[in-house]
């Protein structure tokens, strides 16, 4: 009885540990999104694929954090999968949108942080297998 009863609990450890294999697994496929928007002169920030032609970032990373002047969106490019220096697929910007109340001067503390957010529109889409964009809702219609 004492060996049936070890040999259940052994199954069900194997099985739970295989169970959070596949959860980890999944959770960096969602990782892979997320990437680093790298911008011309220097500076980078966080971005995360959203689907496969557009990522999404904080508003502020659109501006020279020196003049306050919008950067030209030719002069990012997105770094998907980044790890270790490296990363999975490379895309270069075509457009970049910040939130349309979102000041990068003028406004402090929470009124800036409030719609500090920017969408921005790769050149080409990301269709690889080890990269599974962060959908966290459905885009809106075309022209909305």
């Keep these: 009885m004492r060996v049936l009863i070890l040999g259940l609990v052994a ?61 030209d969106p030719s002069l990012m490019e997105f770094r998907a999968g980044w790890k270790h220096g490296r990363a999975e697929a490379y895309r270069k910007v075509r457009r970049a949108v910040p939130h349309p109340h979102f000041a990068f001067s003028g406004a402090t503390g929470l009124q800036r942080v409030a719609n500090d957010v920017a969408l921005l529109e790769l050149e080409s889409p990301i269709n690889h297998p080890n990269i599974t964009p962060y959908r966290i809702a459905q885009m809106p219609p075309e022209g909305a």
């Design 11 to 71: 199954f069900w450890a194997a099985a739970a540990a295989c169970a959070q294999s596949q959860d980890a697994i999944d959770d960096a496929k969602l990782w892979s999104s997320v990437g680093r928007l790298n911008i011309y002169g220097g500076g980078f920030c966080t971005a995360t694929l959203v689907n496969e032609t557009h990522i999404l970032t904080a508003g502020h990373c659109l501006y020279d954090a020196k003049t306050g002047h919008p950067v």
